[in-house]
C-alpha cells in the first residue's frame, strides 16, 4: 500500500520541517487555534521557495467560527485563491456549509471554478 504524508503547518518555517521531515504535501495555515486561516502572501511566498520536492497547498478560509460565508467572504477566498495561484501554490483547500449544515453547493462550484490550474 502506497502512502501520501500530509502536514499541517502553521508557517513557511514549519512547512520546510515537514519536508525535512518526509511530507509529501504540506496544507500551510495560519490561525490554527481558529481551525485555520488563509496565511499571509509573505508566508505563502516563504514557503513555495523553501518547499524544493514537497508540494504546497495553502487553506483558503477567511475566518474561523463556521463555514458559512458571505457573498462578500466568497469575494475574498476568490482571490484568495487567484494569490496562491501566482505564488505557485500546488492546489488549495477549502469548504463551505449552508446554515442546516449541508454543503453549500453555489459556494463551492465557485471556489471550485477559481481553483481550477
Known sequence: MEYVLEN????AESA???QEGGADRVELCAGIP???TTPSLGEIRLARRLLTHTRLHVIIRPRG???CY????LEAMI???DVARKEGADGVVFGALQSN???DMGAMHKL???ALW
Open 112 to 114: 471550485m471554478g477559481a
Open 79 to 81: 482571490t484568495d485563491i
Open 101 to 103: 449544515g449541508r454543503i
Open 65 to 67: 467560527g463556521d463555514f
Open 70 to 73: 458571505s457573498s462578500e467572504e
Open 34 to 36: 481558529e481551525g485555520g
Open 8 to 11: 499541517c503547518a502553521n508557517g
Open 16 to 18: 520546510k520541517e515537514a
